[in-house]
Antibody
Framework: QLQLQESGPGLVTSSETLSLTCTVS??????????WGWIRQPPGKGLEWIAN???????YYNPSLKSRLTISVDTSKNQFSLRLTSVTAADTAVYYC????????????WGQGTLVTVSS | SSELTQDPAVSVALGQTVRITCQGD??????ASWHQQKPGQAPVLVIY???SRPSGIPDRFSGSSSGDTASLTITGAQAEDEADYYC???????????FGTGTKVTVL
């Protein structure tokens, strides 16, 4: 059974860089069937897609965040990662990693999410 | 536009039927899917490819679409169906996922 687990600091200082890693277990990240993505949800608000990457390193970024974003993949560790620079309080959110099924055009497996708070 | 618009909230009596709609241009040429999210939990996929259910999702959940609008129907709503529901699609012009604004379903 596929599982995704987010890891990283729960508290980031304003203007610094947020870094998160998603570890995939129970399946290989190296498949052309999937993208691997990040989604966030500010407290009390809706879902916002951040970025997707596939095993070969092909990336797609949310245009509103692109200038501050880097997503990367490490197939040897079955992990993918997110870096978001110059964070502000507006970046405080629960961050989810998830699998995007290319055939069905949806996120079909999700991690449990991790709350990242940006403090001043 | 890649926006997907949903009604903010709907309510349904226990055992009755409720339909949630999602409207947006991307739905004209891309599948809609639906996620259920309960408080403090990650979203769970309930409908994909317009009207397919993942294993373990009750058959009271169904989906449909027409033109720029997709719908999720819960037939015989149960107390455990009380949650937020988000539609998802893809903006085919840029190959980006897009989420709906979300609908809070209350079961009375």
């Amino acid at each position: 059974q596929l599982q995704l687990q987010e890891s990283g600091p729960g508290l980031v200082t304003s203007s610094e860089t947020l870094s998160l890693t998603c570890t995939v277990s129970g399946g290989s990240i190296s498949s052309s069937l999937w993208y691997w993505g990040w989604i966030r949800q500010p407290p009390g608000k809706g879902l916002e897609w951040i970025a997707n990457i596939d095993y070969s390193g092909t990336t797609y970024y949310n245009p509103s965040l692109k200038s501050r974003l880097t997503i990367s993949v490490d197939t040897s560790k079955n992990q993918f990662s997110l870096r978001l620079t110059s964070v502000t309080a507006a970046d405080t959110a629960v961050y989810y990693c998830a699998r995007w099924a290319k055939q069905w055009l949806t996120f079909d497996q999700w991690g449990q999410g991790t709350l990242v708070t940006v403090s001043s | 536009s890649s926006e997907l618009t949903q009604d903010p909230a709907v309510s349904v009596a226990l055992g009755q039927t409720v339909r949630i709609t999602c409207q947006g241009d991307s739905l004209r040429n891309s599948y809609a899917s639906w996620h259920q999210q309960k408080p403090g939990q990650a979203p769970v996929l309930v409908i994909y490819a317009k009207n397919s259910r993942p294993s373990g999702i009750p058959d009271r959940f169904s989906g449909s679409s027409s033109g720029d609008t997709a719908s999720l129907t819960i037939t015989g709503a149960q107390a455990e169906d009380e949650a937020d529901y988000y539609c998802t699609s893809r903006d085919s012009s840029v190959n980006h996922p897009v989420f709906g604004t979300g609908t809070k379903v209350t079961v009375l």
